[in-house]
């Protein structure tokens, strides 16, 4: 979550929403059906969050809590599984009647639509208004948002989208149930792509210019009612879509109520209370101190603990001393000590020590720890041995980068503490959220170290999740991902053959081992998968929270009348 | 009188120019690039550009510059083509994190922060002035020093310390206000009022007891005018010379200062309303500083420099008017 | 524009008390009167007079022995401002501490942070260094700036008074508060500090100068200043040997009553993410760190607070006083 917060970098320091939107398949810690009751037709269930959403616009808004959001007013080909489906990361159908077909040469994927779509004005959703929709991603001022489209399917150089340029030449429609993707080059997980939200249907010729800064034209269970941005937006049935057409949308409540600009602790608060409407409310994730206060029968009931999508790391530059030395690098893994770094970020309920890329949620996880030490509190002597080796055993001094924000500064404090004990000094260097993400995303500004977090585009795959961390190819000069700047020929093959598997089941096993091969050269440091808890109101039902994206569409309240 | 005015009229004009300016200059140079923030995970150098270009900071300074002044006065027009979107006069741009409309965003604020505004003021004006006057009644005795004493108080404690332990206090300890929660005055007044109870409060305190020291320093100084004690003298009745001759001049004043004080109360709520969770313009100014969302700041900035250069033109000029002890410097 | 020194002038200093970063000011001591020597010692006895006055003072002087003494006091308590104490917090509940009111007892004075176990007595006494260094920096530069634009201004008159008229109604009108969280947010972190004290004086001193300004005009026109000028004194002369020593107990005053504002400004600053960088401790910034754990653990913004509030209090009580003893001729 910490990275994808990048373009709304601010809502993250108060995060809530986010958070929302980072949470995961609970279903183990909470059964089957997340919080109790059954839901039932009818009644407005509430939303009480921090920040904004980014855009009501799918073109323009990609982020975990922006993304549950569009699931309610939007459609595409594909989508992310319902919330309680056994695998919730896998890809299935949405609009389309089946998953994509791919050519023998893996360049074209074919989707058929199913009968019966239509917008919240009535017109029906054919191939016409899909591809319309989907071009939209190309145009240069409003396609800031996802770009697996742009990166996957094939379009001239100059091609800026349907309002400067016309039809997309990449996609066909040869008839209105029917569309075709030619792509650059083959990509096995191109139902991921058509899942992103983006790829959503519009009716042609509309959303130029700021028409879906304010308004939506909905395609999904729900439209907008009202919006007030920063405050409230409440959203209302859209007669027009057919339950009949969508197998993973259950849409329950009669409406939607988004209550935003509240303060975290002040959320907490009310959920705790669970005055009046609060009963039917939800929120991103609890703060640590409420934690505390959720030790009665009766809340302990109501929590749902939810696994992390993502990893919080050290990445440490690769291209200068000290690190450039691998050994060095080794000896930070050894001597951090994640039992510490778990209490800081509010301890074990909040944090669970890291030692692995691949968080455990994300599919194609593998469990090792190639430096291990007691009860995860670090290891000094083996890394005091290590720095040793390499004629460091005096220690050294290196600059660490973070956000000011914190818990963000409470782990660096914790390493700071940690590395202390094996004589190396670690300098903060406190960057306020607004600039953080541009200053390490650009080598030539960010220092020795930095501590930021990595959550992969989708989580039925590991393809998202390490290459850009550790592949040489994507340096670049600004929006750097690579921020240890590790060029690894090894590592750069072994991504480009795993990612022309085209069993995604047996690449997802070869991303595991990756990770592996990855960590021995110790790029960086991973330090904590930070899963959550959530607190909804006692008369919501069927909330499965999931830290990666909440699905909001499965939800509904046990008694519609209360509240 | 006219001349007066017109210079007057002139010299906030040059003022706001400078603040804007200013403003401008601080963004240019010092802050970061607005594009690679917005361009986020994913990103390239391309995208960046093309932010850039998209967000008009690609342009100098200069060109930058006045493309702001002419949109404030007669709107201007962003992007070309198809995408272009008419920004009309006052435009104060589009937000760089969610693409509305400034001037949109701040009227859409402007409700919540005018009810804190104006809740407080009528706290801080009542209480000031009774305070002052019960002072100045009794100066010298218990009262007095016991409202002196609270005055002290209420200068010294800082907003956010005093929001937080009325939180703490009349919500989690003694429950006697129910949590914040969105509701319309028309929903349920009850309700909506005790939502604002305490941001009105919190932001009334410090002004109150400043109001209550100028009451008193005021009413006592009257009393002791020339004019006071001839008409007591004179044997009018103590209520007579109260009405007429001691509380009217002592409390012209007060009213002007209030004119000026909440014409600068834009700033004052920036904690409180962040603090309660209120969104009003100050809890958007918070917001777009920790989001680097420069045409939000300046708008914010430019619309409380106004205010304030409006309330101080106001106050001078009631002043004039008002007392004739005041003469207007042939310089101005 | 240039108004006579009227009531205007000093109640619209006192109106902008909405600025947290100006001081409300007072109607100080209007043409304060020469002062000799004999006088200056009633005053000070008439305030060792004053209890009030007297407790504020020592309040200030605590707080000031406990900032420079920091590093010993520390040593002491056993635990220091950046040391974790994983043992005091409760890793099962989000690090809540453990045991009554905050975890105060005898290894922690005060109790502690929650989540890392940092000492908040520690803190506190770290803290009071960074408040009270800002806050007398700023004071002194603020104090610097205002004395000398507001005598130029008043006694040179004419188009330099004009320019300096003119800055300073700039900067009055400027929203200053969010002006410095926009400033502070955008510039580096490096040199906080000297950051906040540059940027809190630019907006702090125009309230000084304008009544500095305001007093000059007036003494200029007095006898003695005519008389000075008539036996040939220069300006310089003037204005240091006749003027100033006419103005110190308005600058004493008036500077009193700034430091408060400035503390304050520093804490708000702070606690709105702006201010000292973290692992710094300010008072202002633990009550920040302490918003989401109010309900919880009250005793974390409890002590901040407390010890904020007397401080901001003793300087304001300290203030009035002094204009009281000063402004009223009283001794």
């Known amino acids: 979550m910490i990275r994808k917060a990048t373009r709304a970098a601010a809502a993250l320091a108060a995060a809530a929403l986010l958070l929302t939107a980072c949470s995961g398949g609970g279903q183990e810690a909470a059964g089957g059906d997340g919080s109790g009751g059954t839901p039932q ?74 009968e019966g779509l239509k917008f919240d004005n009535g017109d029906p959703i054919t191939s016409t208004e899909l591809e319309f929709g989907i071009s939209r991603a190309w145009d240069p001022e409003i396609g800031i948002g996802s770009p697996w489209l742009k990166n996957t399917v094939e379009a001239p150089a100059d091609y800026k989208g349907p309002y400067q340029t016309g039809d997309h030449p990449g996609i066909e429609t040869p008839d209105a149930q029917t569309i075709v993707f030619h792509l650059k080059a083959p990509f096995p997980e191109f139902d991921n792509v058509v899942s992103q939200v983006n790829a959503v249907p ?33 959203l209302v049935r859209n007669e027009h879509w057919d339950a009949a057409t969508d197998e993973v949308r259950k849409a329950y409540p009669d409406a939607w109520e988004f209550e935003i600009g509240l303060e975290g602790a002040t959320i907490d608060e009310r959920l705790l209370a669970g005055q009046g409407t609060d009963v039917n409310a939800i929120a991103g994730k609890i703060q640590p101190a409420t934690l505390a206060r959720i030790q009665s029968p009766e809340l302990q009931e109501r929590a749902i603990s939810a696994e992390a999508y993502c990893v919080t790391y050290m990445g440490m530059d690769t291209t200068q001393a000290p690190f450039d030395k691998v050994e060095v690098r080794q000896a930070m893994n050894y001597a951090v000590d994640r039992t510490s770094l778990q209490t800081a970020s509010g301890g074990n309920q909040l944090a669970l020590p890291a030692t692995t890329i691949i968080p455990n949620a994300v599919n194609g996880h593998k469990d090792f720890d190639l430096y291990p030490s007691e009860g995860d509190s670090g290891d000094p002597a083996k890394a005091q041995e290590l720095l040793e080796s390499v004629g460091l055993g005096d220690g050294f001094s290196f600059t660490l980068d973070i956000r000011s924000n914190p818990i963000m500064q409470a782990q660096a404090e914790s390493i700071q503490q940690a590395l202390a004990k094996i004589n190396v000094d670690v300098q903060l260097n406190v960057i306020d959220t607004s600039t953080f993400y541009e200053t390490i995303g650009t080598p030539s500004q960010m220092h020795d170290a930095a501590i930021t977090g990595w959550c992969p585009d989708w989580a039925s795959s590991s393809s998202t999740m390490v290459p850009p961390l550790v592949d040489g190819r994507v340096i670049t000069e600004k929006g750097n991902t690579n921020i240890a700047q590790i060029n690894d020929p090894g590592i750069n093959a072994r991504i480009d053959e795993i990612r022309a598997m085209t069993d995604l089941d047996a690449a997802n096993v070869e991303w595991g081992e990756f990770d592996e091969e990855v960590m021995a050269l110790a790029p960086l440091v991973p330090l904590l998968q930070e899963p959550s808890v959530f607190l909804p109101g006692e008369n919501i039902a069927g909330y499965i929270p999931n830290t990666s994206m909440t699905d909001l569409t499965i939800i509904g309240l046990s008694d519609p009348s209360a509240g | ?111 919540v922060s005018a009810t804190v505004a104006v809740g407080a003021a009528v706290l801080w004006l009542l209480a ?32 956010y310390v005093l929001a937080l332990s009325l939180q703490f206090l009349l919500v ?27 941001p009105w409060i919190v932001l009334a305190v410090g002004m109150a007891a400043v109001y209550t020291r100028l009451t008193r320093a005021n009413v006592i100084e009257t009393l002791q005018e020339n004019y006071v004690r001839t008409a007591r003298a004179k044997g009018l009745s103590p209520g007579l010379v109260w009405r007429r001759h001691a509380l009217r001049p002592a409390l012209t004043p007060i009213v002007t200062i209030f004119g000026m004080d909440f014409a600068g109360l834009l700033g004052g709520a920036l904690i409180t309303e962040t603090v309660f969770g209120l969104n009003g313009i100050g809890k958007m100014a918070a917001d777009s500083i920790t989001k680097n969302d420069q045409p939000v700041i300046m708008g914010v900035t430019l619309l409380a420099a106004f205010l304030v250069v409006v309330g101080n033109m106001v106050v001078d000029l009631l002043y004039t008017a008002i007392d004739p002890r005041v003469r207007v410097g042939s310089s101005a | 524009m240039s108004f006579t020194p009227t009531e205007l002038e000093v109640e619209g200093a006192a109106g902008g008390g909405t600025v947290p970063g100006a001081p409300a000011s007072p109607p100080a001591g209007r043409g304060a009167p020469d002062r000799p020597a004999t006088e200056w010692r009633g005053v000070s006895r008439a305030f060792l007079r004053d209890r009030a006055a007297v407790a504020c003072g020592v309040y200030i002087v605590l707080i000031i022995l406990m900032a420079v003494a920091a590093p010993l006091l520390v040593k002491i308590s056993g635990y220091g401002p950046l040391e974790f104490d994983q043992d005091a917090v409760d890793p099962n509940l989000g690090g809540i501490p453990l045991g009554a009111a905050g975890g105060m007892g005898a290894d922690h004075w005060f109790g502690v942070e ?16 960074v408040s009270m260094l800002i806050a007398i920096s700023a004071t002194l530069l603020t104090t610097f700036l205002g004395v000398v634009f507001g005598l130029v201004a008043g006694y040179f008159g004419g188009r330099v008074d004009m320019v300096v008229s003119r800055v300073m109604e700039f900067l009055m009108a400027f929203p200053a508060l969010i002006f410095m969280i926009a400033v502070l947010s955008a510039l580096p972190a490096e040199n906080r500090q000297f950051l906040l004290v540059l940027v809190i004086s630019f907006f702090g001193w125009p309230y000084l100068a304008r009544i500095v300004r305001g007093q000059t005009m007036s003494l200029k026109e007095r006898e003695f200043v005519e008389a000075a000028k008539a036996s040939g004194a220069t300006s310089a002369q003037i204005i240091f040997k006749e003027i100033l020593p006419n103005l110190a107990s308005t600058i004493i005053v008036m500077t009193t009553l700034a430091v408060p504002g400035y503390v304050g400004t ?43 509030f007397l401080l901001v209090l003793s300087f304001t009580v300290l203030g009035d006083r002094i204009r009281r003893l000063l402004g009223e001729g009283a001794a």
């Not at chain 1, 959303?207 to 269970?221: H, N, T």
């Not at chain 2, 914040?180 to 305490?198: G, K, T």
């Not at chain 3, 702070?270 to 692992?279: A, D, E, K, M, R």
């Open chain 2, 128 to 159: 000031g002035v009774a305070g002052g006057l019960l002072s100045a009644v009794r100066e010298g005795r218990f009262a007095d020093r016991f409202i002196a004493g609270l005055t002290l108080t209420g200068m010294s404690i800082p907003n």
């Open chain 1, 202 to 234: 519009f009716p042609v010729g509309t959303g130029a210019g700021d028409e879906f800064i304010k308004d939506v034209i909905a395609s999904g269970p729900y439209t907008l009612d009202s919006y007030t941005p920063g405050s409230s937006i409440k």
């Open chain 2, 172 to 198: 989690v300890t003694l429950g006697w206000l129910p949590f914040p929660q969105a509701v319309a005055f028309s929903d349920d007044p009850v309700r909506w009022f005790q939502n604002f109870l305490m």
């Open chain 3, 114 to 129: 929650p989540g890392n176990g940092r000492d908040i007595f520690a803190r506190i006494v770290y803290g009071a260094r």
């Open chain 1, 41 to 114: 037709t009818g009644g407005t269930v509430h939303m009480l969050q921090n920040a904004d959403f980014s855009y009501l616009d799918p073109a323009r808004g990609w982020d975990g809590g922006v993304n549950a959001f569009y699931r309610l007013i939007y459609r595409g080909l594909t989508m992310q599984a319902a919330g309680d489906a056994e695998d919730p990361n896998a890809v299935v159908p949405d609009m389309a009647e089946g998953l994509g077909t791919p050519s023998p040469d893996g360049l074209t994927w074919t989707y058929t639509l199913k």
């Open chain 3, 266 to 308: 520093e804490a708000g600053l702070s606690f709105l993410g702006v201010g000292v960088v973290p692992p710094t401790p300010s008072w202002g910034q633990m009550i920040a760190s302490s918003v989401p754990w109010y309900a919880v653990d009250p005793a974390y913004f409890l002590i901040p607070g407390a010890f904020l």
């Open chain 2, 1 to 111: 009188m006219i001349r007066f005015v017109a210079n007057r009229l002139l010299g906030m004009l040059v003022v706001l120019f400078l603040v804007c300016l200013f403003t401008f200059v601080i963004f240019f140079v010092l802050s970061p690039d607005p594009a690679v923030q917005i361009c986020g995970k994913n990103c390239t150098p391309e995208a960046i550009d093309q932010i850039r270009a998209n967000l008009g900071i690609d342009q100098p300074f200069w060109t930058q510059f006045w493309t702001f002044l002419t949109g404030l006065f007669a709107g201007r027009t962003y992007g070309t083509g198809p995408n272009a979107i008419d920004c009309a006069a006052p435009c104060l741009g589009y937000s760089f994190q969610s693409s509305q409309a400034v001037t949109d965003m701040i009227v859409q604020r402007l409700p």
